[in-house]
């Protein structure tokens, strides 16, 4: 039963992560190595409204997505667009970030590690094994976020025309589609992903500095796992690893340490035998 919930929980956070970052990548082929970090903003700026002003946290939680969304916009107008078309550059510039956004993290608010009160207080027990309402309502929260994810992408327009241009971006273009506005728009919903993943899982976490850093790993790990660009694929791998995490963690003495170096090995693994991933676009030589 902990494996199951760990599993579920973990799988739908990854999910989260995992698909906002395919998002950006498939649209505008930006590596956004700060995608966890605004993940991180979002978990002080939630910490800091309820803890210190007092806020409600459902309505910090709002306001957070809200201020992620912003940070991320100003960084793709200022910092990223200047220099989307060379991804060394974009690679390079979105390390500076994070690590900027953890440096002032850390100004603000030293290296403590924060808490952050759970949204529904209480537990009840399955197997012997004891439930908190605050998971049940984290994965049931995550499970609306998804759907909604899937009929944005599905069911509009908006989402007919950044699938068609993750498909093929000069094609996009030729059909009329603004490439350039599709792609600010893909990046206020791939860091409004992060944001809302910070917000949901918040309360079952230890806030730091450098939060956002072991789920870059796997995160990353679930993208190679899945298929760069791929959305089913990172939704699939997402809970693939999310699964292995908690094996390892309740199944391997000492396995909380091995996590990170599991997630690392399967990407490795997965870029020597099957470079595409499980859903990715097969790499052919261009003629």
Do not use: C
């Amino acid at each position: 039963m902990n494996i199951l919930i760990t599993g579920l929980i973990t799988g739908s956070m990854l999910a989260l992560l995992a698909i906002g970052f395919s998002l950006i990548f498939g649209v505008a082929r930006i590596v956004n190595i700060a995608h966890t970090a605004f993940y991180m903003i979002a978990a002080y700026t939630i910490y800091f409204l309820s803890a210190k002003l007092g806020v409600s946290p459902f309505w910090a939680m709002l306001i957070a997505v809200a201020v992620v969304v912003a940070l991320g916009l100003l960084a793709y107008r200022f910092l990223i667009d200047p220099i989307r078309e060379h991804e060394a550059a974009v690679l390079i510039a979105t390390i500076a970030l994070a690590m900027i956004m953890q440096e002032a993290m850390l100004l603000i608010f030293t290296g403590d590690y924060l808490t952050v009160s759970a949204l529904i207080q209480g537990f009840f027990v399955v197997g012997g094994v004891k439930v908190f309402h605050q998971q049940v309502l984290t994965f049931v929260v995550v499970l609306i976020i998804l759907a909604a994810l899937w009929l944005l992408l599905m069911k509009t327009n908006l989402g007919l025309a950044i699938r068609s241009t993750a498909e093929d971006r000069e094609v996009a273009n030729l059909m009329g589609m603004n490439e350039s506005r599709l792609a600010m728009i893909t990046m206020a919903i791939s860091v409004a992903l992060a944001g809302l993943t910070g917000a949901v899982i918040v309360p079952l976490a230890v806030v730091s500095p450098f939060m956002w850093m072991e789920p870059l790993i796997i995160m990353m790990a679930v993208v190679v796992l899945g298929g760069l660009g791929s959305i089913k694929g990172s939704f699939v791998a997402a809970y693939i690893l999310g699964f292995t995490e908690a094996l390892v963690v309740f199944l391997i003495p000492k396995g909380a340490f091995l996590k990170g170096s599991v997630a690392l090995s399967i990407m490795i693994l997965v870029l020597l035998l099957r470079p595409e991933g499980l859903f990715g676009v097969s790499f052919e030589e261009e003629r």
